[in-house]
């Protein structure tokens, strides 16, 4: 896999990537502080970063493995066709499973488990680049991270999943806007009318 696609999963501003824990659906906080690609095993990318549940800050380490790699056949260049004369060579979407542990030693640390679907286009420079052509459409989204976080504790399992602009794979009834995420009132004390500090992994 010649391709590097580290940057597809760190493109977007951390107060939009959004993402929930357990079943009451409380918010997580998620932020990739690293992201290299492995030089033995070209599918595989070691990652560094935090999280955040209420006050409580973990550290993690683990890895995305790319699974399956599949190209659109036909291109799309955005509203009025504004990437048309980009240079735009490929688009596509990439699926992965990905598994981050959380440092043992701290409070309410565990390990992440799943699968990812991002999607990725190659410019005419032959980069990887985040797909946000179709951003401005009521449905966009990307980095869709579903699975679970198991506590190193208890062994309890929580489902835990997080995206950029939308959580992937949650209820009808918890994501009620249209254009933009917004939360329905039966979640928002599980830390949604909470506005995170910016940069809190810091």
Not at 61 to 88: C, P, R
Not at 101 to 110: A, I, M, R
Request: net charge positive.
């Amino acid at each position: 896999m010649k391709y590097d696609f580290s940057n597809v999963w760190n493109k977007t501003d951390n107060n939009l990537v959004y993402g929930i824990i357990g079943d009451n659906y409380e918010r997580i906080l998620i932020k990739f502080t690293s992201i290299k690609k492995s030089k033995e095993k070209t599918n595989e990318y070691f990652v560094s970063g935090k999280s955040k549940v209420k006050s409580n800050i973990c550290h993690f380490k683990g890895k995305i493995t790319i699974v399956g790699i599949n190209e659109f056949k036909q291109l799309s260049f955005g509203v009025d066709d504004e990437y048309k004369d980009a240079g735009i060579k490929k688009q596509g979407l990439l699926t992965a499973v990905y598994e981050f542990v959380e440092d043992e030693k701290q409070k309410g640390s565990g390990k992440f488990s799943g699968k990812l679907e991002s999607i990725w286009y190659l410019d005419k420079n032959n980069l990887i680049q985040y797909n946000d052509i179709e951003i401005n459409s009521d449905k966009y989204f990307n980095n869709a991270f579903i699975g679970v976080w198991k506590s190193n504790n208890s062994g309890k399992q929580k489902v835990c999943n997080w995206g950029d602009y939308r959580v992937p794979n949650v209820n009808c009834d918890f994501d009620i806007g249209s254009g933009e995420l917004s939360v329905s009132q039966k979640y928002q004390k599980n830390g949604w009318w909470i506005k995170p500090k910016s940069e809190w992994w810091l």
